[in-house]
């Protein structure tokens, strides 16, 4: 994984100085003094130059940290879900700086921005493109495979460990569309791990889950972020959930406050 120090932010000034008014969850973070994530001044609108053109950031300034846990609340359509794909390296700014693990991203090709959204970046989205076909082990060993380009046992022993982690050894043979919807979305957690990403996007991962579930699932990526020193960023409708995560920022119109 090539994740860089804050010392290689090429920004140009001193990224810790963004996050003064920060919470005790960059407190814990400041210790690595890695930035993993940076957005500066980002925008970013659809439709540009047609008469729909749609603003949807207005100028996002962000950095966090490594180990950092942070929740992103805020209405429907304020743009959490843009600004989570934007930071997954799907959607550029329109203008602005975003950098990924000390790297700037903003001048980078499609091949460079694929190599790094692989080598740092997980995605844990609701019900997210699981292979209903396939086994919840052969869903989590997938990325790997990816990867590689061809199976091998140490990927199959990765995905047994992992599928263990999130509880569902005496599932893992099942396959994913015979599962319920905690049970999916577990697996959805466990898959982008394997690639123990730098950055794990998790849009609305407790959506739409009852509450024992979304405790399940909450629990597993705080133990990840923990374990790993992941960095999450988790949307979440749940006020419980966010007064639990190192902090929150919340998206408003298309702003960030904190
Ligand atoms: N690809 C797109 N084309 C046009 N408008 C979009 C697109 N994606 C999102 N939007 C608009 O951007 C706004 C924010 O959407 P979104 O980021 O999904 O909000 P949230 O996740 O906070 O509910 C919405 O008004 C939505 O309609
Ligand atoms: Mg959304």
Redesign the pocket.
Known sequence: MDNNSAGNNSVGHDPLALNKKASSGVAKAVAGHEVVVHLQGVHKG??MGTPIE?E?LHGIDLTLYRGDFCAVM??????????L?IVGLLDRPNVGLLQICGEETTVMDDHALTRLRGHNIGFAFQYHHLLTAFTALENVMILMLGAAGFPNAQMRDKAAELIESVGLSPWKDNLAGNMSGGQQQRVVIARPLAMNPAVLLA?EPTGNLDTKSADLVFALLCEFNQKQGTTVLF?THNPELAKRCDKTIE?VDGQVTA
């Open positions: 659809f439709n749609t949807v805020g209405p429907s359509g304020s743009g959490k879900s843009t600004l794909n849009d949307v998206v």
